[in-house]
């Protein structure tokens, strides 16, 4: 065997080698590809499970401190609607405004908190909604309004867009 023949083999094992490695890495990052769609899917039902749960308690009337239909509050809608899917928020909006990671307006998607300063005398924010649609053109988000019970709103009423604080995401 001469020195020409074996580069050609050492060539040849070489090849197998790195068609080999190639190989592997490929379909090893196709079973990461389908774990990672697979939680994303398992995510967009979670939420979407919880938007619609929301839904059911539209028109229910505002009581401060309330979790039932016979009236709930802000931060009381968004507890029990959580909690139906096996998340536990805390019930007040100022637990809730540490809870999950902060995210711009701009980042904002259905599932996501958003928070609101009501009251004059105080900077912190003081009401909560969940993000249950959102366009181009706007935010719409499901809250207990103290006029109106549990609504759903929309960023672009001068009112709810002049005294949004921050938002939140709390499902990743």
């Known amino acids: 065997m001469g020195i020409l023949e074996i580069r050609k083999s050492e060539r040849k094992g ?35 499970n919880i938007v619609n ?13 309330g979790m039932s239909p016979s009236g709930m509050d802000c931060s009381g809608l968004l507890h029990l609607s959580f909690s139906r899917y096996g998340i536990d928020l805390p019930r007040t909006v100022e637990e809730l405004t540490q809870t999950g990671e902060s995210i711009r307006l701009k980042k904002v998607d259905v599932g996501d908190l958003i928070f609101f300063k009501t009251q004059k005398k105080t900077r912190k924010s003081s009401h909560v909604g969940l993000v249950v649609n959102k366009t181009k053109e706007t935010v719409e988000f499901i809250h207990s309004s103290t006029s109106q019970g549990v609504m759903i709103s929309s ?16 499902i990743n």
Do not use: D
């Open 53 to 65: 749960y929301s839904k059911v308690y539209l028109g229910t009337p505002y009581q401060f401190g």
């Open 14 to 48: 070489t090849f197998f080698k790195i068609l080999f490695i190639t190989l592997l890495f490929t379909f090893a990052s196709c079973g990461s590809s389908k774990r990672i769609n697979k939680a994303k899917l398992e995510r967009s039902q979670q939420i979407t």
């Open 155 to 170: 960023l672009n009423n001068a009112y709810w867009a002049k005294n949004y604080t921050r938002s939140r995401r709390v």
